[in-house]
């Protein structure tokens, strides 16, 4: 038999990136001695999704001294160090592949910072294969960004597969109309959209996990 195969959003789904960009952008702006009105201006620029480009403004915006090179290696360094995955969850990626599941990563970004926080939470080690939008300008919920993922993993779409993420649009969304079936880290909030909701929802990924190793295989077989 295949193994099934399952991809997982990384930023508030496996790690807390809104809590870290938050302490990141107070010490930031602390650091500077920049003003409350500045600390909310930093972390709207950080809040979504950070890149490169993204410190040409700050740079620009509050003369540093250093280059907005120099200051993307250094936030890219401070988020690593600061993002972490509960042991619960790193055991349950464990837990998945003992079971014979492809386990993979498909998530938004720039490659640099995905990547160096995938290594320094202990993710990368437990997975079979990591899909970064920006290796191949593919983003969810683009349908290739999933068969990018999935191929990582050794896997195609056509095989079947999950999604589980936090993004009800990117993950969500983008999951179902790839094919796959989906489960939503709700992180206790209501379905946002008037569309159809996910295949399953959950309050964080640890609850994700011990559904799929639950019913992940008798729902497959059940829509196939």
């Known amino acids: 038999m295949s193994r099934r195969l399952v ?3 990384v930023d508030n789904t496996l790690v807390d990136r809104r809590g870290t960009v ?4 107070a010490e930031f702006t602390a650091r500077n001695g920049l003003d409350g009105e500045e600390r909310a201006y930093v972390l709207g620029m950080v809040a979504e999704r950070a890149y490169p480009s993204t410190f ?5 915006r509050y003369r540093l001294p250093m280059s907005p090179e120099e200051l993307w290696r ?10 972490s995955c509960p042991d619960e969850i790193l055991d349950g990626l464990d837990e998945l592949r003992g079971a014979g ?4 990563v498909a998530t938004n970004g720039a490659v640099d910072i995905q990547r160096a926080k995938l290594r320094t939470a202990g993710i990368a080690e437990r997975v079979d294969g990591i899909f970064v939008s920006e290796e191949a300008d593919a983003r969810k919920p683009q349908r290739r960004h999933f068969a990018l993922a999935a191929a990582r993993c050794g896997a195609v779409l056509g095989d079947g597969g999950w999604m589980v993420g936090d ?10 109309s790839a094919g796959l079936h989906t489960i939503w880290v709700s992180d206790s909030r209501s379905w946002p959209l008037a569309d159809r909701g996910p295949d399953h929802s959950v309050p964080h990924a640890r609850a994700a996990i011990d559904h799929l190793l639950l019913h992940g ?8």
């Open 101 to 104: 599941w492809r386990v993979g």
């Open 56 to 60: 040409e403004v700050i740079c620009a």
């Open 74 to 83: 250094t936030y890219c360094a401070d988020i690593a160090a600061a993002v």
């Open 7 to 9: 991809l997982f959003d």
């Open 167 to 176: 993004n009800p649009i990117n993950d969500i969304g983008g999951g179902r």
């Open 217 to 224: 295989a008798d729902h497959a077989r059940a829509t196939a």
């Open 22 to 25: 938050a302490d990141w952008s």
